[in-house]
Nanobody
């Protein structure tokens, strides 16, 4: 019933851009904070970015700061991750997650989230 679906992944060249989308159904993202995570093969899951439910507080991992931007469109019930200046080390499966009235803080803790998407693949290669 409550579901998150990521889309927008693909293969891009270094320096290129992608915009990932996370569409919610069965609940309203207006009541939820959102986190973006990624996991590369053989590596642990990494918190990438988050945005609060009731304001526009955002945080970013140091590895993506200045290159990625998280945003929401409540009318579309969708959260976005704009990824610019992509690097090969950005290659991973990207997941979005939602937590009821979650407030974004610098440390993006996966245990704070109630719903998870299935992931979308991002590959950055020449």
């Amino acid at each position: 019933q409550s579901q998150l679906v990521e889309s927008g992944g693909g293969l891009v060249q270094p320096g290129g851009s992608l915009r990932l989308s996370c569409a919610a159904s069965g609940f309203s993202l207006a009541d939820a904070g959102i986190g973006w995570f990624r996991q590369a093969p053989g590596k642990e899951r990494e918190g990438v970015s988050c945005i609060s439910s009731t304001d526009d507080t955002t945080h970013y991992a140091d590895s993506v700061k200045g290159r990625f931007t998280i945003s929401r469109d409540n009318a579309e019930n969708t959260v976005f991750l704009q990824m610019n200046s992509l690097k090969p080390e950005d290659t991973a499966t990207y997941f979005c997650a939602a937590g009821n009235y979650y407030h974004c803080s610098e440390y993006i803790w996966p245990g704070a989230f109630d719903y998870w998407g299935q992931g979308t693949q991002v590959a950055v290669s020449s």
